[in-house]
């Protein structure tokens, strides 16, 4: 079983950043996709930003210029830089991550606990 464990988050004024983190354990052979998505108040959940094995990445519209997803393979780590935040990133933001576990092989998907981001404005 592969765990999820998200730290960052918080409140901030309009024009701050944040950095979110989101550290996988447990039993784990290899982590392929590893993304953000977030929920806001009343809307469902969307996908913010993904990131490949091999670096890649994607974003929403939304965040595109002022958000960078990045990992560190060796930590098994994902993050989510976030700058020039506006009041409409407000939400609860929940990291996802793909992979196959270090028992059978089988293939795994994870998420985290979510951590709330309110920006201020």
């Known amino acids: 079983q592969v765990q999820l464990v998200q730290s960052g988050g918080g409140l901030v004024q309009a024009g701050g950043s944040l950095r979110l983190s989101c550290a996988a354990s447990?039993?784990?052979?290899?982590?392929?996709?590893m993304a953000w998505l977030r929920q806001a108040p009343g809307k469902q959940r969307e996908l913010v930003a993904t990131i490949t094995t091999g670096g890649s990445t994607n974003y929403a519209d939304s965040v595109k210029g002022r958000f960078t997803i990045s990992r560190d393979n060796a930590k098994n780590t994902v993050y989510l830089q976030m700058n020039s935040l506006k009041p409409e990133d407000t939400a609860v933001y929940y990291c996802w991550v793909t992979g196959f576990d270090a028992g059978p092989g089988r293939p795994y998907d994870s998420w985290g606990q979510g951590t709330q981001v309110t920006v201020s404005s």
């Open positions: 447990g039993s784990i052979f290899s982590i392929n996709a």
